[in-house]
């Protein structure tokens, strides 16, 4: 089979690589599309290894086809249509993947679409609501509002009665956040963010892509009691924190990881997986979720797609479309 091989984030080849195959409790997935993502960047560039265990080629979603079942694997079966969350191996004709890390593609949504939705799905409803518990009625501040983690944040959170407020860095890209439901819409290159936020009442909870450079001001954009959840690095990953802001906010400062965790348990892959299935998918079928896709390449030119991604040229999630 062929596979992405990564010298580093500019210099990438397609080229023939070891067959993979279905152990214990997972499948083989025919892969026809690969969801880009930062961390499939950082890993390129040397910074971002894969846990211990996990293939070293990039890709952390796919859709595709089932092409092998395993041994100890029920609920599936080969040539069945699929998307799912990996620990590595996407950017690859067939990947090997747990079972618990599989789901059907969704009702309404197309084969190469689906590859938009795993990471982002999970990364989502993971955080906002298995982590920071947002409620509806509450004010939802989303960094990056217009990448394919936000434009997805904003339809669940809208979609579950909560109030959005977005971070972009052009007039475009805030119009199509405003398009999918936010109410509050800052252009971080020309407003400060933390004020506009104040003066809507404070956040209840961030989601915070940025980290380090982010800070201090996202604490004071917090209201009483608010949670700052950073999933991200993009400003660094130092930064001075004031206790005393945040003791007298009484609110609370949560950084979470997806690619990491294990398998099972109930923060483990699996479980995440299956609050998706159970909770966001219904939504996607009903029209009130849908992938925002900004771009579509094939795997021979992934570092191109990359370049995209680092230039934050697109709105929505890139795609490399494998075959």
């Known amino acids: 089979m062929r596979a992405i091989f990564a010298v580093s984030t500019e210099r990438m080849t397609w080229q023939e690589v070891p067959d993979v195959a279905a152990h214990a409790g997972e499948v083989v997935i ?4 690969a969801g880009v993502n930062r ?7 040397g910074s971002y290894p894969p846990p211990p265990g996990a293939s070293e080629t990039l890709g952390l979603e796919v859709s595709g086809t089932i092409a092998e079942v395993g041994p100890g694997v029920a609920g599936w079966t080969v040539g069945q249509p699929v998307c799912a969350l990996l620990a590595g ?3 690859a004709e067939f990947v090997a993947v747990p079972a618990a890390q599989l789901m059907p593609v969704p009702d309404g949504v197309g084969l190469v679409e689906a590859a938009a939705l795993p990471e982002v799905a999970c990364t989502v409803w993971s955080n906002l609501m298995m982590t920071a518990r947002l409620q509806p009625g509450a004010l939802l501040l989303i960094h990056g509002g217009a990448s394919g983690i936000g434009t997805h944040a904003i339809q669940l959170a809208r979609a579950l009665g909560t109030r959005v407020a977005v971070t972009a860095g052009s007039a475009e890209k805030l119009a199509v956040c405003s398009d999918l439901g936010a109410e509050i819409l800052i252009n971080y290159r020309d407003e400060d963010f933390a004020e506009k936020v104040r003066g809507a009442g404070g956040a209840d909870v961030i989601f915070d ?4 450079k982010y800070l201090d001001r996202n604490i004071d ?3 009483d009691g608010g949670r700052l959840v950073i999933i991200g690095m993009q400003g660094g990953v130092k930064a001075e924190l004031n206790i005393g802001k945040l003791l007298g906010k009484r609110a609370g400062v949560m950084a979470t990881a997806l690619r990491s965790r294990p398998v099972d348990g109930p923060d483990g892959k699996g479980a995440i997986v299956d609050q998706v299935k159970a909770n966001v998918w219904p939504l996607i079928a009903e029209g ?3 992938p925002i896709i900004g771009a579509e390449l094939p795997i021979e030119r992934a570092a191109e797609a990359h370049q995209l991604l680092r230039d934050s040229a697109v709105t929505g999630k890139v795609l490399l479309r494998v075959g």
């Open 30 to 33: 025919k892969v026809v599309a």
């Open 39 to 45: 961390a499939d960047l950082l890993q390129a560039g």
């Open 89 to 91: 191996g996407g950017y």
């Open 209 to 212: 892509i940025i980290g380090a």
């Open 221 to 223: 954009a917090l209201a």
């Open 288 to 290: 009130k979720i849908r």
